[in-house]
């Protein structure tokens, strides 16, 4: 049986997470896990999530909770595999451009578009890390065949020079 694959939820509003969740569950078949805030996400991270969706505020159930890109740091240094959406209602360029220097994938405002935006993100994700899979399968059937080859290479000078040996050693002058 295939391990879980997981997409986690990041939103302080309760709300926003059930309705993102509700409407990726209906495309895609990652289990999806919610969280009101990144420090209770990043003690989940043994579940080896591969992508978050990352909210910029996350203090509304947690005054002192660190923001999105706080969280995003933090996340791309101990798990730099995972791939982050940031789906926020801060419509402000440094804001977006933070987090793209921090490693997240893309940058969503929330609104009208946003859940279908993100849907969209996804599918890219899921290609690339299709690719990356068939890729990672590639090298490892090359890196096979690079031994199989040596050691049929290996195994002929030896039987070359064995059989030659062998032979002068019981012909008859």
Not at 1 to 26: C, G, H, S, W
Not at 49 to 67: C, G, R
Not at 105 to 129: C, M, P, Q, W
């Amino acid at each position: 049986m295939a391990d879980k694959r997981y997409i986690f939820l990041v939103d302080d509003e309760p709300i926003q997470n059930e309705m993102l969740k509700d409407f990726l569950t209906e495309r895609f078949v990652y289990e999806i896990k919610t969280f009101e805030n990144g420090e209770d996400m990043l003690q989940s991270m043994a579940l080896n999530p591969e992508i978050v969706v990352l909210d910029y505020h996350l203090s509304a159930q947690k005054p002192n909770a660190k923001n999105g890109v706080e969280i995003l740091k933090i996340l791309k240094d101990r798990h730099p595999d995972v791939q982050v959406i940031m789906l926020s209602g801060q419509d402000k360029i440094d804001v977006a451009i933070d987090s793209m220097k921090y490693g997240a994938y893309d940058y969503v405002v929330k609104g009208e578009t946003a859940f279908s935006r993100t849907e969209n993100i996804l599918n890219n994700i899921s290609e690339l890390h299709k690719v990356k899979t068939i890729n990672a399968a590639y090298k490892k059937t090359i890196t096979l065949l690079g031994v199989v080859i040596a050691a049929i290479v290996a195994l002929s000078v030896y039987l070359y020079f064995f059989t030659d040996a062998f032979s002068h050693a019981y012909t008859k002058p």
